[in-house]
């Protein structure tokens, strides 16, 4: 297993994060994924065996036994791993249970440490942005909780740009802990990320966690053009995220041929080409099953050639977009050519 810093922190973190989404399988969440105590201790273990040191869930997940399962699964090896937990969603009937308010922060790390076992979380990310509270507020009080050691670092998720450099800019001014990882969706077949994100977190020094490296099983080697995936798969009952068809499917035709090169899965050549992009510094992997933790784990042992990757990025890349295609053209000449 390969370690990357996350962000311009000093803390090395397993370039494969293991997500604990699929524990429990409470409400809404059954139709992600549903294991037991059991089945986590196995993939956990498995996961700790082969390096992973990186841990991720989120105070939402089957309402709250996500973490209560992975909690238990590390055990004693708490002290060993990287654990990442999240706060914003809704953890109650009540109106100000929701949300990135002081109060809701401070009720919600509370619930997640005593869950998870443990006396600190290392990386406490925002879920997403609250349009109902300032970003000051919620800077502040994630800031009083690295102050207290309750949390070691601070994180966002599915922030836009603008949104993610106002709140690193906050922080700069106050003096205030800052976001230090961005956790987003990203994959060979959703590449939004790159217009914007990529370019500030590259600047900024933010690490990039990747959620849904498969596009929720798009990308797993089930799908084809004509071959819509097994009945029982989690896109047939939650269709998320969205995907453009036609463009993943021209993806996964070029994906197909390379995994025969290297006698392996579509899958993993889609997570080895997130390996092979610098601005990521870790994917999250979530495993139904054995056989699916299997696979994953050897996507970093997959080396794609220099042609591999350029046919990849041919079938994969974005359309020129405003002011992206502008900014290229007046710059053409400002970019230090090579000497022959």
Known sequence: MNYRMLGRTGLYVSELCFGAMTFGGEGFWKVVGSQGQEEADKLVGRCLEAGINFFDTADVYSNGVSEQ????ALGARRKDVVLATKVRGRAGPGVNDVGLSRGHIMDSVHAS???LGTDYIDLYQIHGYDVATPLDETLRALDDLVRQGKVRYLGASN??????????????????????????????????????????MKDQHVGLMVWSPLAGGFLSGKFRRDQQGPEGSRRASFDFPPVDRERAYNVIDVMDGIAR?????VARVALAWLLHQPHVTTIIIGAKTAEQLEDNLEA???????????????????PPEYPGWMVQRQNEDRIPKPQP
Request: hydrophobic content about 40%; proline content about 3%.
């Open 69 to 72: 399962l992975l909690g238990k």
């Open 113 to 115: 440490l005593k869950r």
């Open 159 to 200: 922030l836009a740009a603008w949104q993610l450099m106002k709140a690193l800019g906050i922080s700069e001014h106050r003096g205030l802990s800052r976001f230090e990882s961005l956790q987003a969706y990203y994959s060979i077949a959703g590449r939004d990320l790159e217009r914007e994100l990529v370019p500030l």
């Open 261 to 265: 090169e290297h006698q392996s899965s």
């Open 300 to 318: 970093p042992k997959l080396k794609l050639s220099a042609e591999q990757l350029a046919a990849l990025d041919k079938a994969s890349t974005l």
